[in-house]
T-cell receptor
């Protein structure tokens, strides 16, 4: 079975550019999480979707960050404009109602903003 | 104060040793507790859930003390393949997931 798929795996961009990160959750999973991991702050929850609806976005650092889930099989996290402090690994995770304890993480997108 | 606190280590142990990790959390309303494992430059993966009654999975034992707001993980008979970062995770409201900073373990031959 395919796990959570994220693209791109690596992204290098310049300050001020728009960055779009993509996630395809595991088929049949109804919840999706976006996380950011840095050495300084560890792993932080940015936003949580349930049945494609954003339930909690209190972790989104500022208005430059936005996330969408237009359907059950696709989500995006957009940063516009990007800044060097946004450099991090961004993980997407999904889970199913029938195994709510387990979040399945994608391989992550390593973002570097120069 | 961080919501979930762990000793960052590193813990350097020989193969076959027993090692224990501790974690404390600050939100008494937390409902679910987990240990995740993260290998270098990889994604986190669920190791085990943690229950008040304690739970065991092979060489791994997890305990939860709600009164003290304390979670532990015991690894017996350490293997080289156990080398990783162990993340203590607390969930509130069914989704609000807080990760600890992680404890690094190195198991040496």
């Amino acid at each position: 079975d395919a796990g959570v798929i994220q693209s791109p795996r690596h992204e290098v961009t310049e300050m001020g550019q728009e960055v779009t990160l993509r996630c395809k959750p595991i088929s049949g999973h109804n919840s999706l999480f976006w996380y950011r991991q840095t050495m300084m702050r560890g792993l932080e929850l940015l936003i949580y979707f349930n049945n494609n609806v954003p339930i909690d976005d209190s972790g989104m650092p500022e208005d430059r960050f936005s996330a969408k889930m237009p359907n059950a099989s696709f989500s995006t996290l957009k940063i516009q404009p990007s800044e060097p402090r946004d450099s991090a690994v961004y993980f997407c995770a999904s889970r199913t109602l029938f195994d709510a304890d387990t979040q399945y993480f994608g391989p992550g997108t390593r973002l570097t903003v120069l | 104060r961080k919501e979930v606190e762990q000793d960052p280590g590193p813990f350097n142990v020989p193969e076959g040793a027993t090692v224990a990790f501790n974690c404390t959390y600050s939100n008494s309303a937390s409902q679910s507790f987990f240990w995740y494992r993260q290998d270098c430059r990889k994604e986190p993966k669920l190791l085990m859930s943690v229950y008040s009654s304690g739970n065991e999975d092979g060489r791994f034992t997890a305990q939860l003390n709600r009164a003290s707001q304390y979670i532990s993980l015991l690894i017996r008979d350490s293997k080289l393949s156990d080398s990783a970062t162990y993340l203590c995770v607390v969930m509130t409201g069914g989704f609000k997931t807080i990760f600890g900073a992680g404890t690094r373990l190195f198991v040496k031959a």
